[in-house]
């Protein structure tokens, strides 16, 4: 039988056959894709084909070739990646500029992955309702960057539906990834998209200002006009996987744009006489914010080490 897994425990794939059945299932045996070092070679959003057993449940036998993927290096084992949800034809990414603030550098990781996949981007500025007037200033020239880059970007809150009515168009007939860190209000826009979802949320721990999880596990949830939004674990760190140092400009589109103009082929943007980009970040053609997580996805590259938060 053939079906598309829609959620993911751990142990446990639940997949949704395609004449409608809904079986539960584990890996066969030793069940390994090629050239994936991955802590999860089954994600939500993946093809498979099961074989049932007399119990209901069934095993998992082999696994239709993915179009795209989104992946991160896994926070415990820096040698191996978990790939977050596969399949996709957009991502959301929830960002907040307080309560709690999501970094630059989080983005900048996210937005350089979903490029190296082929993954679009929307960028969902949430708990607009809550911010002062200075951080709303701030907010703006965050969307201004982002906009100015290519990615769209939609102010919204979730908890007074702001901004919210445009979201369903967006989603109709796509598979769409719903990420973000911990506490920026993924559970509370869900349960506002998507009819009986009844996912839980959590206050912000006021202490550290950082989000609680209360998504323990990734799951394909069905929009009332056709498609899935995937629900996801908050993320705290996005260690890059799988990507070369000389492919990364290419992922940042401003970077790889400027870099065209630079007089060595092979130029890092580092230190390079002649680089066009260390001129564009000079004169502000582009943000140090943007050349800074480079430069910081660089290092990783380099030193193969894992950045757990920011």
């Known amino acids: 039988m053939h079906g598309l897994v829609i959620k993911n425990t751990g142990s446990w794939y639940t997949v949704k056959t395609d004449d409608g059945q809904v079986v539960e299932s584990k890996i066969k045996g030793n069940f390994r894709l090629k050239g994936i070092r991955s802590t999860n070679p089954i994600a939500v959003g993946d093809y498979v084909d099961i074989i049932t057993n007399q119990e209901g449940t069934a095993l998992i036998s082999s696994i239709d070739d993915r179009k795209n993927y989104i992946i991160r290096k896994s926070s ?31 983005i900048d990781r996210f937005l350089a992955g979903a490029e190296a996949y082929s993954v679009p981007v929307v960028l969902l500025f949430n708990k607009s309702d809550l911010l002062s007037d200075d951080e709303l200033h701030y907010q703006k020239m965050m969307i201004s960057l982002y906009k100015g880059i ?13 901004g919210i009515d445009v979201l369903p168009d967006l989603l109709t007939g796509k598979v769409t990834l719903l990420s973000g860190n911990s506490g920026v209000g993924k559970s ?16 912000i721990s006021e202490a550290h200002g950082t989000g609680l999880h209360t998504t323990t596990f990734s799951e394909m949830l069905e929009l009332p006009n056709g498609g899935y939004l995937i629900d996801t674990p908050g993320i705290k760190g996005f ?12 992922y940042f589109r401003e970077i790889w744009t400027t870099s065209k103009k630079c007089r060595f082929n ?26 800074q997580s480079y430069l910081n996805m660089l290092e990783d590259k380099e030193g193969n080490k894992y950045r757990e938060a920011y």
């Open 150 to 162: 290519g990615y769209q970007c939609i102010e919204i809150s979730a908890e007074t539906g702001m």
């Open 266 to 291: 092979n130029c890092t943007h580092t230190h390079e006489p002649g680089c066009a980009v260390l001129e564009a970040v000079e004169h502000h053609y582009i943000a140090a914010s943007r050349y």
């Open 188 to 203: 509370t826009l869900i349960n506002l998209l998507v009819p009986n979802a009844e996912q839980r949320t959590a206050e």
């Open 76 to 106: 415990n084992l820096s040698k191996q990646s978990q790939i977050i949800a596969a399949n996709l034809d957009q991502a959301f990414l929830v960002v907040t500029i307080n309560y709690p603030e999501t970094s630059t550098t989080f």
């Open 239 to 250: 260690g890059t996987f799988d990507i070369e140092p000389e492919e990364l400009t290419s």
